[in-house]
């Protein structure tokens, strides 16, 4: 499945974006998909994750109750809400998908900024 995130870009601290992942597969909704990120000189992290059902969201700790992941089925699109956005939270954002335990399509990145 090829991925097309887009939705990044420069915020002040406290603000919002959201996040887009368009996927190309008819068969998006047999994926489970996952937001990353990676910030200067660190390694990607895990951010958040949606099965393909949608049921059942996890997010790592820092993000939790800021950030909101959710999918449309029917336009094949995960999206991330970033809400009461930290200037730890730049980062290049990557979405993911996967069908079985790793993720194995990845989508090319999209720059958020948070400015203090």
């Known amino acids: 499945v090829q991925l097309q995130a887009s939705g990044g870009g420069l915020v002040q601290a406290g603000g919002s974006l959201r996040l887009s992942c368009a996927a190309s597969?008819?068969?998006?909704?047999?994926?489970?998909m996952g937001w990353f990120r990676q910030a200067p000189g660190k390694e990607r992290e895990f951010v958040a994750s949606?099965?393909?059902?949608?049921?059942?969201?996890n997010y790592r700790d820092s993000v939790k109750g800021r950030f909101t992941i959710s999918r449309d089925s029917a336009k094949s699109t995960v999206y991330l809400q970033m809400n009461s956005l930290k200037p730890e939270d730049t980062a290049v954002y990557y979405c993911?998908?996967?069908?079985?335990?790793?993720?194995?399509?990845w989508g090319q990145g999209t720059q958020v900024t948070v400015s203090s």
């Open positions: 597969a008819r068969t998006f909704s047999a994926y489970a």
């Open positions: 993911a998908a996967r069908r079985s335990v790793e993720y194995d399509s």
């Open positions: 949606i099965t393909w059902s949608g049921g059942i969201k």
